[in-house]
């Protein structure tokens, strides 16, 4: 099975860590990343340490929330910070509810107020959906 995200250029994937991946550790992916983002910008080690601590403990802890995969997005320096996790889950993990319903597309404590458009898609018989935020 192949799973394809489409997500803002601003968002960053968290790396699979393991022997023989690009990252073997997490805390070496959010040293890498925090080296290149914060390239030429004036910010200052001592934010830089404080960024890099918390993707390590965001990447680090993928797997405890259960996500299949994560995703970041840093506003600025000074934040804020956004993770977005996503889960693969079998439509029949739903039962009897709408797949909206159990994806929480009208979730009051969601980041984006609901009010979202949930797509379902034709090329996956229409049974594979993601809700996404109205322009």
């Known amino acids: 099975m192949s799973i394809f995200v489409d997500h803002p ?22 040293r890498e990343l925090i080296d290149a983002i914060a390239d030429g910008e004036n910010v ?4 830089c340490d404080h960024i890099e601590n918390v ?13 299949s995969a994560s995703f970041l997005r840093l506003g600025n320096w000074d ?3 956004v993770l977005a996790d996503l889960r693969v889950e079998s439509r029949l993990a739903a039962g009897t509810i709408s797949v909206e319903d159990y994806a929480g ?10 009010g979202r458009a949930v797509r379902h898609h034709e090329r996956f018989g229409g049974s594979a959906v993601h809700a996404v935020s109205d322009p």
């Open 9 to 30: 250029d601003d968002w960053i994937g968290i790396s699979y860590f393991d022997a023989g991946e690009r990252w073997e550790r997490p805390e070496d992916w959010a």
């Open 79 to 81: 934040g804020p910070l």
């Open 105 to 114: 597309a009208a979730d009051l404590d969601a980041i984006d107020p609901p």
């Open 44 to 47: 200052s080690r001592e934010q």
């Open 55 to 67: 993707f390590f403990m965001l990447a680090q802890s993928v797997a405890e929330r259960g996500a």
